[in-house]
Nanobody, 127 residues
């Protein structure tokens, strides 16, 4: 069964850090583009970062470059999003997503490029 399960959300003060995890079922993790997205109330879902699991190549939205790091552990079929220097504008529900295997990662900044989604985890940053 295809599955993506996020964990690690929570509440922090501005300047704080959090690490999100996304455990994926093996059939969608291998050789795949795994993305992190976020959606704040009243806003569209936006891409934050993504990683191609077979090569480890990463991509970031300009809003999080230098603050967020996406990584993966192939032995655990898990991707991570390490978030530092969090600001109130980073508050949102964060989602993990997976594209279809072997379909590349470079042109997958948009949410409609992904097939599978996790349930989301809330991140709240207070000032």
């Amino acid at each position: 069964q295809v599955q993506l399960v996020e964990s690690g959300g929570g509440s922090v003060q501005a300047g704080g850090s959090l690490i999100l995890s996304c455990a994926a079922s093996a059939d969608i993790y291998s050789s795949n583009c795994m993305g992190w997205f976020r959606q704040a109330p009243g806003k569209e879902r936006e891409g934050v970062a993504r990683i191609y699991t077979i090569t480890g190549k990463t991509y970031y939205d300009d809003s999080v470059k230098g603050r967020f790091t996406v990584s993966r552990d192939n032995a655990k079929n898990t991707v991570y999003l390490q978030m530092t220097g969090l600001q109130p504008e980073d508050s949102a529900i964060y989602y993990c997503a997976a594209a279809l295997p072997w379909s590349g990662c470079q042109e997958r900044a948009r949410a409609d490029a992904y097939t599978y989604w996790g349930q989301g985890t809330q991140v709240t940053v207070s000032s």
